[in-house]
Nanobody, 122 residues
Framework: VQLQASGGGLVQAGGSLRLSCAAS????????IAWFRQAPGKEREAVSC???????SIADSVKGRFTISRDRSANTVHLQMNSLKPEDTAVYYC?????????????????WGQGTQVTVSS
């Protein structure tokens, strides 16, 4: 599975971005997909995950602002990010896990996209 993350950019605080994780090589239907982020000097952290059955998990720090969704027809997973804050600034990565269940540890996932930069100015 090859993953391509896109949609990052520079936005003012309070703005919105929509990240996309497009897959090639295999359907994502049976994979769990997660979005992680990593800010400079910090560890990579799980932001949101969606399992193959559609169940989702979201970090407390973004709850109520970020939404993960799966577009099966496009073989893509989106992360809608609203009410962005400067502390959301990071490189965002999507990852796919073969088990279909979601987990918060990066080691849980088998395939990774290249990352897309999100910068939120105050």
């Amino acid at each position: 599975v090859q993953l391509q993350a896109s949609g990052g950019g520079l936005v003012q605080a309070g703005g919105s971005l929509r990240l996309s994780c497009a897959a090639s090589g295999r359907t994502l239907d049976y994979y769990s997909i997660a979005w992680f982020r990593q800010a400079p000097g910090k560890e990579r952290e799980a932001v949101s995950c969606i399992a193959s059955d559609g169940s989702t998990s979201i970090a407390d720090s973004v709850k109520g602002r970020f939404t993960i969704s799966r577009d099966r027809s496009a073989n893509t997973v989106h992360l809608q990010m609203n009410s962005l804050k400067p502390e959301d600034t990071a490189v965002y990565y999507c990852a796919a896990g073969r088990t279909g269940a979601y987990g918060r540890s990066p080691g849980f996932y088998n395939y990774w996209g290249q990352g897309t930069q999100v910068t939120v100015s105050s």
